[in-house]
């Protein structure tokens, strides 16, 4: 009996039953329909192999483990699978992973002559990334020359294999030297429900023993960026809006600390951050219509920000949801009741009556409605740029959203940002300590971004531009048609001639 359900916390134990403890290596006869499935052997009993024999098992494979010590092996195996000595199964299979750790590879040598002209399928993984080389598999190439060694497996952690495909990931990255042994993994691989990917010959194996250890490596830059512009603004605010009352006044306000200033930090890094998504494109563009050309290559600095993007604007939507959940829950709290009360009391005293003043109240509405829409689009954009969602959308409607709803986005987010200074900025008391208020500084970025965009759409910049996407460059004498431009029919541009 195959068990359907186990913790990770559970994968010391057994994960298959059935077999009794006196149970000793047989070999079944194989239920097998198709006489041409080819023995697959395990070299090694441990977690892996255990899933990866019952996975066998039930894909119609005929399955021969090889163990140091059979007899105490057995009864961790289904009934179907054969547990025998390393030696017999090397020596009837046609196919054999080496579910062993790399560094007993080499207790494997004598099997050299019963490996010789098989296919080996190395599921190793390293303890940290290995940039130089070699790699397992091709030190094992190295132990086995007469066997054709392929990378695969490694990315699929024992519980995957055990509750099969349906969960977790489905790929399975293969390389090998061998495009024969390459291809027998790559259908067995099938069988079992995953799905194959060719990575090429066994160089790249260095590559895929590194894909289990990388920690978020593309998320690096975004959270650094993410976590530095927390601390700037948090500070910043502190001090403006914390620090300076205490100092100046006398006055303790320090209870903003965990809300008030948080709730203004947030929304200053997530347009910031935002502004930073759309950037390295208006980069891309100036440099190409400088260099008049779309084959020079981008710095490397410019080319792993623009493949980072889609991080940004995540690291921006998570900033944005935080800012919408805590502006939810200011009136929540015992000072902003208290607040309300002191300040009807107050004017109550005073003698005024009538708390309502236009322009603030039509600030307020404008303020939360363009928030509102900003954070809509902003979720549009965070969903479409789930691999799930993207891959029911065509390119252009991919770019649509992520390019002109995003520049929606950026637009309505700023002028978010606008309405909630409105006219503070030519307020002296509001430049304390010389510091001029957060919101202006936040605004700094976005501006040159959505200014240079509107540049951009000018329309002789935006033809040059068009033209140097399509190929033309300014450097050669290259004759060129813009075809898709109907009212300009054949337009014909000879540069620089
Ligand atoms: P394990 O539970 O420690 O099992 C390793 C097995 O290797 C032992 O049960 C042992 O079986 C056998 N072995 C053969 N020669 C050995 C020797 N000289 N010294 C010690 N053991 C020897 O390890 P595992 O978790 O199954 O991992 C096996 C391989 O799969 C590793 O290379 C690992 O990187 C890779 N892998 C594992 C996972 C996972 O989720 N566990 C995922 C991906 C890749 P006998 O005593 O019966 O010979």
Request: net charge positive.
């Amino acid at each position: 009996m195959i068990c359907q359900c186990i913790m990770p916390d559970e994968m010391s134990r057994p994960l298959i039953q059935g077999r009794g403890e006196g149970g000793s290596s047989r070999h079944l006869e194989a239920t097998m329909s198709d006489p041409a499935t080819p023995v697959v052997g395990i070299l090694g009993t441990g977690d892996f192999s255990r899933s990866l024999a019952s996975r066998l098992v039930a894909s119609g494979y005929q399955v021969v483990v090889g163990s140091r010590t059979p007899k105490r092996s057995v009864a961790l195996f289904p009934e179907e699978a054969e547990v025998a000595s390393q030696m017999e199964a090397a020596s009837q299979a046609d196919l054999v992973f080496v579910a062993v750790f790399p560094e007993h590879h080499s207790t494997l040598v004598d099997l050299r002559p019963a490996l010789a002209g098989k296919t080996l399928v190395d599921v190793s993984n390293s303890l940290h990334i290995n940039q130089k080389g070699p790699s397992n598999a091709e030190q094992l190439a190295n132990l086995f020359p007469e066997s054709s060694v392929v990378k695969g497996f490694n990315t699929l952690s024992a519980w995957t294999l055990q509750v099969g495909p349906r969960d977790g990931s489905r790929q399975v990255f293969l390389c090998s030297d061998s495009p024969t042994a390459k291809s027998s993994v790559a259908q067995l691989c099938r069988r079992m429900g995953f799905i194959p990917v060719d990575m090429g010959l066994l160089s790249a194996s260095l590559e895929i023993e590194n894909i289990p250890l990388y920690l978020f490596p593309s998320w690096r830059i975004p959270i650094l960026c993410t976590v530095s512009l927390f601390i700037f603004f948090y500070l910043y605010n502190a001090t403006r809006d914390v620090l300076q009352p205490y100092t100046t006044v006398g006055k303790s306000v320090f209870y903003k600390l965990p809300i008030e200033t948080v709730n203004v930090t947030l929304p200053s890094v997530a347009l910031v951050m935002l502004a930073l998504v759309y950037l390295p494109g208006l980069c891309a563009a100036s440099l190409q219509l400088w260099s008049g050309t779309k084959y020079n290559r981008f710095p490397n600095w410019l080319d792993r920000w623009l493949t980072r993007r889609k991080q940004f604007g995540l690291c921006c939507f998570l900033c944005a949801v935080l800012h919408a959940i805590y502006s939810l829950c200011l009136p929540m709290r015992k000072s902003a009741r208290l607040k309300l009360l002191s300040t009807a009391f107050k004017q109550m005293k005073e003698g005024k009556e009538e708390l309502w003043v236009d322009e603030e109240v039509w600030r307020m509405e404008l303020y939360v409605s363009v928030g509102i829409m900003a954070f809509g689009l902003l979720s549009l954009l965070a969903v479409t740029s789930l691999p799930s969602v993207a891959n029911t959308i065509n390119w252009r409607e991919f770019t649509f959203i992520q390019s002109t709803l995003g520049y929606c986005a950026l637009f309505m987010a700023t002028l978010h940002t606008v309405l909630f200074g409105w006219n503070r900025a030519f307020d002296p008391g509001q430049y304390r300590y010389y510091l001029p208020p957060t919101f202006l500084l936040v605004l700094i970025l976005p501006l040159v971004v959505l200014l240079g965009r509107i540049a951009l759409f000018l329309p002789c910049v935006a033809l040059r531009l068009k033209q140097i996407r399509r190929g033309w460059e300014r450097s050669r004498h290259i004759r060129f048609i813009l075809p898709d431009n109907d009212n300009r029919n054949g337009l014909e541009d000879v540069s620089n001639v």
